[in-house]
């Protein structure tokens, strides 16, 4: 990162599903019945390790090519049909709301990069509490590539016109397209990755939750 | 393990939920719910964390010794429920079947020790395709200790009068079981805890699923 983007680096980027709320197994659950209803068994733990991909490369990601073409569509309708059957159940991670809080008291900017369309975005940043402190955000509906690739945080850094302090995500996919970008990589293990998979892909730090990052936050400040 | 008790080894010792059954996130799930249902939030993670610890135990290690005396057995009953509300949606993991003939195939008994109750044990055993394969299982019910406590598996190896080859799991608990016993353990990966937590809880060999440990049976029998 050059000197002249460095100070302007005032914001910071954040996944929501998994890391501002507790939603990830919930995704599982709707994508296994998904695949399930059109007649496909895929391991939960392999679909597991591929939430936080966007809806656009996880059935080809999990099933083939031949799957994304024959019943991609329909199945990511069914997902998110019953993803948002159960958006009842979604809660807040642990300390999200003070961690939000904290970081605005500070003078940083919130910004948000996720991989699910607007309307799921707006629900989910609703049940973190987000919603009024978040001041820009790109979801799967803004962009042709979702994570791991760079463009989501691109695009939402270039709306902000300022540079990333870090990115906080819960996947390995968040941590890839944050490298892309030359943003650091910060994650909490409230999606359920191990740290081997996310050090892996980048992070400097990993958190068990918001709550514990917060508690942390001068060192990851610096 | 004595010559002797080598000599006699002829039996396999089974793990279901995760190991034969695609179920461990179905247990997620129903232990989120459970909980919200009662008032408490415990993240999905911390849960997930936990799944193969019995139910007599999990309460207390996820939400505290005062929860498990106030909510414990009403927390466990709506998991119970929850989750029986959902075992059409229970698959065989990958390869179940045809490892278990294979076994089988080589003269070894093959012996069930579950930490969840008779009747559910039962269902999952069909679901898996494994109930006429198997010849002895001690479940929840019949035991004092689950689950990582050695109990289930001393008894399910009393009861078929042979030592064991290796015990087959998916999670951690089932290795310090195993320890305790001194017995192998092979894991896999569809329960979705990580091979380091594996490793750790001293597994020997780490497959994917039954069907990556068939392909390599040799090796692992030596």
């Known amino acids: 990162m050059s000197p002249d983007a460095d100070q302007r680096a005032t914001t910071v980027v954040l996944d929501i599903d998994g890391t501002l709320v507790d939603s990830v197994y919930l995704h599982v659950h709707a994508w296994v019945r998904a695949f399930h209803q059109v007649g ?3 391991a939960s733990h392999r679909i597991h390790g591929a ?13 083939g090519e031949a799957a994304e073409e024959s019943i991609g569509d329909d199945v990511r309708a069914r997902h998110d049909e019953l993803f948002e059957s159960v958006l009842g159940d979604v809660r ?3 300390g999200t709301d003070e961690l939000l809080q904290a970081l605005r008291d500070r003078g940083l900017r919130l910004v948000v990069a996720s991989s ?4 799921t ?11 009024t402190l978040v001041e820009e955000v790109t979801t799967g509906d803004d ?3 979702s994570k791991p690739h760079p463009e989501p945080v691109e695009q939402v850094l270039e709306k902000a ?23 650091r990589f910060v994650a909490v293990r409230t999606g359920g ?3 081997e998979v996310l050090r892996d892909a980048g992070a400097e730090h990993v958190f068990d939750d918001p709550a514990d990052l917060l508690e942390h936050l001068d060192e990851v400040l610096g």
């Open 143 to 145: 962009v042709g590539h």
């Open 161 to 183: 016109g300022s540079g990333a302090v870090f990115l906080l995500g819960d996947a390995p996919w968040d941590g890839e397209a944050a490298r892309e970008v030359g943003v």
């Open 193 to 195: 990755f191990s740290d």
């Open 116 to 119: 699910a369309n607007a309307e």
């Open 51 to 63: 939430i936080g991909m966007g809806g656009d490369r996880i059935v080809t990601h999990l099933a």
């Open 92 to 94: 807040p991670t642990r």
């Open 40 to 42: 496909l068994t895929v």
């Open 121 to 131: 975005t707006d629900a989910l940043l609703q049940a973190a509490g987000a919603a």
